[in-house]
């Protein structure tokens, strides 16, 4: 069925260090794909999202790149601070009617000072 | 503008029980997705409501159910509970297809 990987379950980082967290999606059609951070005892928060015909996003200090070649995704966190820590999920929508996303298992994200 | 609101907050139910969660969308949102969050599966979608009308449907049994009203506040209701429902259920709103899409701080439920 479809899914959505993410190549590596936990990530540490130092603090200050830049932090890229990548996944793998398995519909090519899927046009539309956002980055969610979710805290411990709460929500999943939208940090960003990218459209298919996109390579490239920026926010603030996050960073988003496209390569539909080969079905990835990443999330570039600059200089990461502790506050970072948390499960980053992506998350695909492959359907062309609706909002029903696919996500990803989610990367764990440890900053360390 | 105010966030997407969820309630309850924790719920503890008996096996064989039905349960309503509630959630309330960000103002202007009309469309509104559930979705089940466990530790062994992830995040997995329920359903969609838009204009109170299901508009797409996941993978889980009709126990699972929902409604969407007027004012864009959307029920699901699970019937018949069972252990493995138990889980942290969570509402997302967007304005529409192909835009950002905001969750709530999510329902726990716990299936005893």
């Known amino acids: 069925g479809e899914s959505v990987g993410l190549h590596l379950p936990t990530l540490s980082v130092q603090e200050g260090d830049n932090s890229i967290i990548n996944c793998a999606y398995s519909?090519?059609?899927?046009?539309?794909f956002i980055w969610y951070k979710q805290e411990s005892g709460k929500g999943p928060q939208f940090i960003i999202d990218i459209r298919s015909n996109m390579d490239k996003r920026q926010g603030q200090r996050v960073t988003v790149l496209l390569n539909k070649t080969v079905k990835h995704l990443s999330l570039q966190i600059a200089a990461t601070q502790p506050g970072d820590s948390a499960v980053y999920f992506c998350?695909?929508?492959?359907?062309?009617?609706?909002?029903?996303?696919?996500f990803g298992p989610g990367t764990r994200l440890s900053v360390l000072p | 503008k105010a966030g997407v609101t969820q309630t309850p907050r924790y719920l503890i139910k008996t096996r064989g029980q039905q349960v309503t969660l509630s959630c309330s969308p960000i103002?202007?949102?009309?469309?509104v997705s559930w979705y089940q969050q466990t530790p062994g599966q992830g995040l997995q979608f329920l359903f969609e409501?838009?204009?109170?009308?299901?508009?797409n449907k996941g993978n889980f049994p009709g126990r699972f159910s929902g409604r969407q009203f007027s004012n864009s506040r959307s029920e699901m209701n699970v019937s018949t509970l069972e252990l493995g429902d138990s889980a942290l259920y969570l509402c997302?709103?967007?304005?529409?297809?192909?835009?950002?899409?905001?969750f709530g701080p999510g329902t726990r439920l716990t299936v005893t």
């Open positions: 409501y838009f204009s109170e009308t299901q508009r």
């Open positions: 103002s202007g949102h009309r469309s």
């Open positions: 519909n090519s059609a899927s046009d539309y």
């Open positions: 997302a709103s967007s304005p529409g297809r192909g835009s950002e899409q905001y």
């Open positions: 998350a695909e929508n492959p359907y062309n009617y609706g909002q029903n996303f696919v």
